[in-house]
């Protein structure tokens, strides 16, 4: 089945602790996005990659990094920099052209305890 | 910047009645408009799109939205809401490639009660 596959689903993370987010797509998408959701304020963009090897720092880039190494893979890297990592982070990908919609995964939802 | 907005935090509706999440944009060009609905920890599903053609676009699970320019507002509708409507929905534009992400309203969560 084509589709885009987010793991784990949860994730508990220490104060200090780098944690890594996946995101995988076999939909064969050149583009690929991370946003993050809290309530009340929709979805906010991290950072997204039109195409491997290259990516550009979306609204709220700070605290988190990225890899595009892969056509398949965007995983996310939420860094201790990051204060308030406390989210559900759901990634997206979608063709290249602009009036595409975009294909979500489920989404991870990330506690700091 | 391109932008939408959900004026509305809540609607509740009553089954078999019809249902309106409004949506509002602002953008410097022709807008790519959307419509997502998300369930409870869950990511978003698409439901509709309009692109270019007929201000009236039909999606998903009887949904359909009325774009209007003049107005620059894009509406999701059904004639009769049913209690498994109830989820969030979100309202995004995208514009081009210079500026290249899906922007997305705050949410409207929708309730339908029998």
């Known amino acids: 089945d084509g589709g885009i596959t987010q793991s784990p689903k949860y994730l508990f993370r220490k104060e200090g602790q780098n944690v890594t987010l996946s995101c995988e797509q076999n939909l064969n998408h050149d583009a690929m996005y991370w946003y993050r959701q809290d309530p009340g304020q929709g979805l906010r963009l991290i950072y997204y990659?039109?195409?491997?090897?290259?990516?550009q720092k979306g609204d709220i880039a700070e605290g988190y990094s990225v890899s595009r190494e892969k056509k398949e893979s965007f995983p996310l890297t939420v860094t201790s920099a990051q204060k308030n990592p406390t989210a559900f982070y759901l990634c997206?990908?979608?063709?290249?052209?602009?009036?595409?919609?975009?294909?979500f995964g489920q989404g991870t939802r990330l506690t700091v305890v | 910047a391109q932008s939408v907005a959900q004026p509305e935090d809540q609607v509740n509706v009553a089954e078999g009645n019809p249902l309106t999440v409004k949506c509002t944009y602002s953008?410097?060009?022709?807008?790519?408009l959307f419509w997502y609905v998300q369930y409870p920890n869950r990511g978003l599903q698409f439901l509709l799109k309009y692109i270019t053609g007929d201000n009236l676009v039909k999606g998903s699970y009887g949904f359909e939205a009325e774009f209007n320019k003049s107005q620059t507002s894009f509406h999701l509708k059904k004639p009769s809401a049913l209690v498994s409507d109830s989820a969030l929905y979100f309202c995004a534009v995208r514009v081009g490639w210079e500026d290249n992400d899906m922007r997305f309203g705050a949410g409207t969560r929708l309730t339908v009660k029998p």
């Open positions: 997206a990908s979608s063709i290249r052209t602009v009036n595409t919609e975009a294909f």
């Open positions: 953008v410097s060009g022709n807008p790519y």
């Open positions: 990659s039109q195409i491997v090897n290259d990516f």
